[in-house]
């Protein structure tokens, strides 16, 4: 089998752990991802298996679209609710009309410092791996973008925003910044992926259904063949 997988990634999996099941699933020993997802993330995780391996560079630049649910007032050491809490914020919270204007702040090019839990690797080592163990480096700030931010709805503390941005964006620093501005603190409480490139969550399929239509003789939906994983790239 080559093609691409849009699989509905499941909270708590990392995305290596889907390609191991997906492996595991269609028997096969090749396949990859196009781009990190965080265990606490849900949604959008395309899956290249066999020959389509070799299209990544193709599919991982692609722009993406993001669900996500921030809390004012508390910060924690991921950035996400993974982490253990580092503050608490306790003095007078911003009105509505400030976080507005804050999050149209964040739109355009942006510069980012990626968190120190992250896969990306210094001298071959993933950060998540030092920063398990009380090592915190010096990251280089990068550009990221921006294309849209919407809040969808403001209730208390909590907000609840769409994203679309472009290849690197992380959310949970995203979240951490525009806390910082607003000057009371934030964090991550949860993160879907509604769209990766091509690639949308309605499309979608998740490992349950992967096995039990494969078993079937014919996967239900979300496959794409290279050629139709390759159209208008």
Not at 34 to 45: C, K, R
Not at 154 to 167: A, E, M
């Amino acid at each position: 089998m080559d093609g691409v997988l849009n699989i509905d990634k499941s909270k708590g999996l990392t995305s290596n752990d889907v390609v191991k099941r997906v492996k595991r699933i269609l028997c096969i020993k090749k396949a990859g991802h196009t781009g990190t997802l965080d265990p606490e993330a849900t949604g959008v995780l395309p899956v290249l298996v066999g020959k389509a391996t070799k299209i990544s560079q193709y599919l991982i630049n692609s722009d993406k679209e993001y669900s996500s649910k921030m809390e004012l007032g508390v910060k924690t050491d991921t950035g996400d609710s993974a982490g253990m809490v580092i503050s608490r914020y306790s003095g007078t919270f911003p009105s509505e009309i400030e976080i507005c204007r804050t999050f149209k702040k964040f739109t355009g090019r942006i510069l980012q410092i990626p968190p120190m839990y992250s896969a990306i690797k210094v001298n071959g080592r993933p950060l998540y791996s030092l920063a398990r163990k009380g090592i915190e480096i010096e990251r280089k700030a990068r550009e990221v973008i921006i294309h849209n931010i919407e809040i969808l709805s403001i209730n208390g503390n909590s907000i609840t925003f769409k994203v679309l941005c472009s290849k690197g964006t992380y959310i949970r620093t995203l979240v951490s910044d525009i806390g910082d501005i607003l000057g009371v603190g934030g964090y991550l409480v949860s993160l879907r992926r509604t769209i990766a490139g091509k690639f949308r969550i309605e499309d979608s399929i998740d490992i349950k259904e992967l096995e039990d239509s494969y078993k079937r003789g014919k996967i239900a939906r979300g496959f794409y063949t290279i050629e139709e994983a390759l159209e208008n790239v």
